[in-house]
T-cell receptor, first 115, second 117 residues
């Protein structure tokens, strides 16, 4: 079985500050890892994914995440927050080479960006 | 190219009534998934279709939920009779079929917010 823990249900940063959203996973087999974002009144949008290539993954809108096997982590970062980054962020895991790639999600982190 | 669409966007029903949610995947995507997010909880997998066949329905809560995908295109998720605990946001996602199985990236719809009173 797999699980995801997102530390902090709500993170607040100032515009221009570093964004760090934490994700730790548990998986008995090599995982694929994803970050999705949900803007208000919209669906889930894929930000980036780790699928066993480079451990540092760059996504859309200036976000990146680093897969650290030793720490079972996949934290999401952005050097400088914009007001438009305010949204809910979800970390998800699935089994590499699985039969259906069903996703196991964390509880989500709501990011607030203050002017 | 149109994304995943879901209908309705919101539904408010009384306990005991029936509701049918619809999902139209991206054209050509053989894989279709249903997920649900109950308030305050994580998004949870419900089931997975490959074309019209159910491949994995291990996440379906109980037999009040019935999913179909006739013809391998759009899918419906019926809740009958609805209970208070069924309230939440129901997401649909789709993905392509790659070499030997689904591709790893799922594209999500905007969700249907279901409220059972």
């Amino acid at each position: 079985a797999q699980s995801v823990t997102q530390l902090g249900s709500h993170v607040s940063v100032s515009e221009g500050a570093l964004v760090l959203l934490r994700c730790n996973y548990s998986s008995s087999v090599p995982p694929y890892l994803f970050w999705y974002v949900q803007y208000p009144n919209q669906g889930l949008q894929l930000l980036l994914k780790y699928t066993s290539a480079a451990t540092l993954v760059k996504g859309i809108n200036g976000f990146e995440a680093e897969f650290k096997k030793s720490e079972t982590s996949f934290h999401l970062t952005k050097p400088s927050a914009h007001m438009s980054d305010a949204a809910e962020y979800f970390c998800a895991v699935t089994v590499r080479g699985g039969s259906n790639y069903k996703l196991t999600f964390g509880k989500g982190t709501l990011l607030t960006v203050n002017p | 190219e149109a994304g995943v669409t879901q209908f309705p966007s919101h539904s408010v029903i009384e306990k005991g009534q029936t509701v049918t949610l619809r999902c139209d995947p991206i054209s050509g995507h053989d894989n279709l998934y249903w997920y649900r997010r109950v308030m305050g909880k994580e998004i949870k997998f419900l089931l997975h279709f490959v074309k019209e066949s159910k491949q994995d329905e291990s996440g379906m809560p109980n037999n009040r939920f019935l999913a179909e995908r006739t013809g391998g295109t759009y899918s419906t998720l019926k809740v009958q009779p609805a209970e208070l605990e069924d309230s939440g946001v129901y997401f649909c996602a789709s993905s392509q079929w790659g070499a030997g199985g689904p591709t790893d990236t799922q594209y999500f719809g905007p969700g249907t917010r279901l409220t059972v009173l």
